[in-house]
């Protein structure tokens, strides 16, 4: 087997990744542990001797480096071995996936603490309405005084060349109220510094971890309150799925990342079984309703 003859069939492997959606991200996780493992003496005929090896490589690695390493080798010798680049050997068992849980839902209590410990009433004002509303921060920032209509409870979203409208519940509302009689008229968009400039998000998240650290929260981000809105989805509505997820916060979003206990935990609060479909889920499915 010549040298470049296995990395032909290593870029054959990319190339069928690509058809599958592959995108940069993924390209660089596979070339970086094939880098990493061509690196080896012998690696253009390997053997279980050469997984050893590398194991034993880089004794500086991190755990978390090994370990993305070994997930990226698997699927390329297992791809390898299958189309007969490079011989038979037994491969490593392939890491299992890290779980990922995320961090339990703030509480209004806890919501209100860090409300209070804002210093800035228009990042006050944005983490309020990221709650309140379920609204990603950076779409909150770009709002104009005229898309929003109080009396109607309602915004009018833009989302790349168009916009949509999303109602709001009797707390944004009363947010809004109280930032519009605080807020700097001549300001052009909605949200502002105290000096009257457009928020950025980098500086409105700077501000926020800072009350989060003094609000016991820290490496506190407007995400984990767009998190929190979900228990108020739960609270509002009969039916609550991924389909109202999407629809209320206008981005794709996991149900199973979600501590469902912690929405519907709570009383007075519906609980769905776990068998349920949501109506609008039956109906892409073209099932009758």
């Avoid at 090896?53 to 070994?70: E, I, K, V």
């Avoid at 491969?91 to 860090?114: D, N, Q, Y």
């Avoid at 410990?117 to 309140?132: C, E, K, N, S, T």
Wanted: proline residues 9%; charged residues 25%.
């Amino acid at each position: 087997m010549n040298r470049a003859r296995i990395d032909v069939a290593f870029e054959a492997f990319v190339e069928a990744r690509r058809q599958c959606g592959l995108g940069p991200a993924g390209e660089r996780f596979f070339r970086d542990a094939w880098a990493a493992f061509r690196a080896l003496p012998g690696s253009h005929r390997p053997t279980r001797d050469t997984m050893r090896s590398l194991r034993r490589q880089r004794p500086g690695d991190n755990r978390d480096a090994a370990w993305r390493r070994a997930r990226a080798l698997h699927p390329i010798l297992a791809f390898l071995q299958a189309s007969r680049a490079i011989g038979q050997f037994p491969l490593p068992a392939k890491p299992p996936p890290r779980r990922v849980e995320g961090r339990p839902l703030m509480t209004e209590r806890e919501i209100a603490s860090l409300e209070r410990a804002i210093a800035d009433p228009g990042v006050q004002a944005l983490a309020a309405l990221v709650y309140r509303t379920g609204l990603r921060a950076v779409r909150l920032i770009e709002l104009q005084p005229d898309q929003v209509d109080l009396p109607d409870r309602s915004l009018q979203v833009p989302v790349g060349r168009t916009t949509r409208m999303v109602s709001l519940s009797l707390d944004a509302q009363a947010t809004l109220r109280s930032w519009q009689a605080h807020r700097n008229p001549r300001a052009a968009t909605l949200l502002h510094d105290p000096a009257g400039r457009p928020l950025t998000l980098k500086a409105a998240s700077s501000v926020l971890r800072a009350a989060g650290q003094r609000s016991g929260r820290p490496a506190l981000g407007f995400g984990h309150l767009q998190y929190a809105h979900t228990r108020l989805l739960a609270r509002s509505f009969p039916e609550f799925s991924q389909d109202l997820l999407e629809l209320r916060t206008g981005q794709p979003f996991r149900l199973r990342f979600l501590r469902i206990p912690d929405l519907f935990g709570e009383p007075g609060v519906l609980r769905l079984p776990a068998s349920y479909v949501s109506p609008v889920t039956r109906l892409f499915a073209g099932e009758d309703l």
